[in-house]
């Protein structure tokens, strides 16, 4: 029996007035997707706890299996083990965000232009980060160039009780000053990331990059604070070897923790321009060689939310249905029996462009257990369906028939 799950992050949305009350989901033509709907299970599933935010560290730990109210100890530290940074049981992990701030003179008056700084290259990022690095890193702080604009920063004897430190995704568009943290244990934290305004303005590579008309990585942004994480291996928990294929730390991270590959795939971005034939063929490599469950995550949908791209959000689900699918399902074929999960790990609306933890839509197709479906797999057939799961952890046995 092989598994493969298909994690659309943030796919799931609420009605959109100007695709006439429709959703993402429902507009894009996905007729692989609906297909195996037709003859497989649909319904809805709560992957955040109430008593956690919305991320997609919390949603996909639990659309893996694991119960994030036991096993989650912040984003940043399972970032920071997929870039290969050995923590301490006394370390605190950040997450470095490298954004697009406004130029206002205050700090705290200063808008969130782009939390990506305008999708940053890895390279770029490499030579700014080296620069925080060098002005900020002590025996105390120490920062770690990541992917993109996803960087590490790790404080030695650190503490978590930080205050609001606000995802900068949470913010696009909105001055920043009531998003900082007023804790004084942050105090530290804020100093450099107002200090880092200065120093990366002036950077030549951010002069270069707002000549040739780019976004300048012009300030740090710290958050998603956490300390070493525990995970029990997938094999020891569901009997089964894994892989998870992931442009993204956050991803790649729990892969390790939990023991199973995290292969790279060339050219795999974390948006609509991602190698989506690449991961499709890294997933078939996986299947025949290596693992017998492969969850298969793609960025775009939820990236596209937080930028307020519709059009594109649409299309990044229908891109996954036409070159991925087919090239995957083709494979799964080969074999006696086979069961595919689609689904999202949380909704990111396009009316708010941030996560949010409603129930979310998931379609199971089993070779061997055909019955009767939906004609689209979208939030609202899987609300009529009546199927309900509270949480990952029981979605996920239902799915491994544990």
Known sequence: MKYV?????????????EL???????????????????KGETGLVKTVDDSLKPGSDVANLSVL???????????????????GVKLSDT??????????????????????????????????????????EEHFGNEI???????????????????????????????????????????ENAKDLLRMMKESYELLSAHPLNKERVAKGLRPANS??????????????????YSLKGSIIS?????????????????????????????????AKCAVEELKNHSDFVYLHFEAPDECGHRNELKNKIRSIELIDEIVLPIVLEELEKYDDYKVMILP??????????HARDPVPYMIYHKNGEKDGVDCVCEATAKETGNYYASGVELMKHFLGK
């Not at 799950?5 to 007035?17: H, I, R, T």
């Not at 503490?159 to 995802?167: A, D």
């Not at 740090?220 to 928990?237: F, R, S």
């Not at 730390?249 to 060339?266: F, H, N, Q, S, W």
Request: a negative charge.
């Open 65 to 83: 299996g694991y119960d994030p109210t036991k096993s989650y100890t912040g984003r940043s530290p399972l970032e920071a083990v997929s870039i």
């Open 247 to 279: 442009a993204v730390d956050l991803l790649k991270g729990i892969g390790i923790l939990a023991g199973m590959r995290t292969p790279e795939v060339e050219g795999a971005t974390g948006y609509i321009d991602t190698n989506f034939e690449g991961k």
């Open 141 to 183: 702080y120490k920062f770690y160039a990541g992917v993109a604009y996803r960087h590490c920063l790790v404080w030695n004897n650190g503490t978590t009780s930080l205050g609001n430190m606000t995802p900068p995704h949470d913010i696009s568009g909105r001055v920043i000053g009531e998003y900082l943290s007023k804790s």
């Open 5 to 17: 799950v298909f994690l659309y992050d943030g796919m799931a949305d609420y009605p959109v007035e």
């Open 91 to 132: 370390d605190v992990t950040l997450r470095c965000n490298l954004v697009t701030l406004s130029d206002e003179e205050n700090y705290e008056d200063k808008t969130m232009v782009d939390y990506s700084a305008g999708d940053i290259s890895t390279a770029d990022a490499a030579v700014l980060i080296k620069a925080v």
């Open 345 to 354: 790990d949380h909704p990111t609306p396009m009316q708010t462009n941030t």
């Open 20 to 38: 006439g009350g429709k959703t993402p989901m429902e507009v894009a033509k996905k007729p692989n997707f609906d297909k195996m709907g037709k």
């Open 220 to 237: 740090i942004w710290l958050w998603g604070e956490g300390t070493k994480p525990q995970l029990d291996t997938y094999e020891n928990v």
